[in-house]
């Protein structure tokens, strides 16, 4: 289950793609530390200064990659000339499935608007390169899901599994007993709003 836990490569993402700002990085990041401690690698959990500058980092690089990527060939080459058997490479294949359900727990939890996120059953296997479900997949589906505590229903609030609805259901992902309702009432106590 370790390969479950929040990366790095992923909160960076979803820093981007939300296009938050410097005060709301700090405070995405903080509360992911704060809240979410559990989901964090153990090299992380205790070192928050770590985490940060990990995370901080992994945004640098995907905001700068194609800089970044120019030099792979450069640095592999001197690795090789000290006799180094380390050989970077490219990540181009970064958006799988594993950080797609993490990224649906942090926004419901603490980014977004709304408590849940909807998109039909054909819409998430077509961006994840599958036309159909396999045995294998729909049990990576449960993985995911059990791990990070999503729930999945279909129109009228009926509970579902995604093994046994149609491909063009409307799915409703939430997060089984979202904190966010705790979270920001302790932040709005504390005066940290």
């Not at 790095?8 to 405070?27: G, Q």
């Not at 990041?29 to 690698?41: A, D, F, I, K, Q």
């Not at 009228?156 to 089984?176: K, P, S, T």
Request: hydrophobic letters at 40%.
């Amino acid at each position: 289950m370790d390969e479950l836990l929040y990366d790095m490569h992923t909160l960076a993402r979803i820093i981007i793609v939300n296009n938050l700002s410097a005060k709301e990085i700090s405070r995405f990041l903080s509360n992911v530390w704060n809240y979410e401690g559990l989901y964090l690698p153990l090299n992380y959990r205790f070192n928050k200064r770590k985490f940060l500058i990990d995370v901080l980092d992994e945004v640098s690089y995907w905001i700068n990659k194609k800089d970044f990527d120019k030099e792979i060939p450069t640095i592999n080459n001197d690795l090789q000339t000290i006799g180094s058997e380390i050989n970077y490479f490219s990540e181009e294949d970064y958006y799988n499935l594993r950080s797609y359900f993490m990224e649906l727990r942090l926004i419901m939890i603490f980014l977004g608007t709304k408590d849940y996120i909807r998109m039909k059953l054909r819409t998430l296997l077509r961006e994840h390169g599958y036309k159909r479900r396999t045995a294998g997949l729909n049990a990576f589906f449960k993985q995911c899901m059990y791990f990070y505590h999503i729930e999945t229903f279909v129109r009228g609030g009926v509970l579902c599994d995604l093994e046994e609805i149609a491909l063009n259901d409307m799915v409703i992902f939430r997060v089984l007993n979202n904190p966010r309702e705790y979270i920001e009432a302790f932040e709005e106590a504390e005066g940290i709003t």
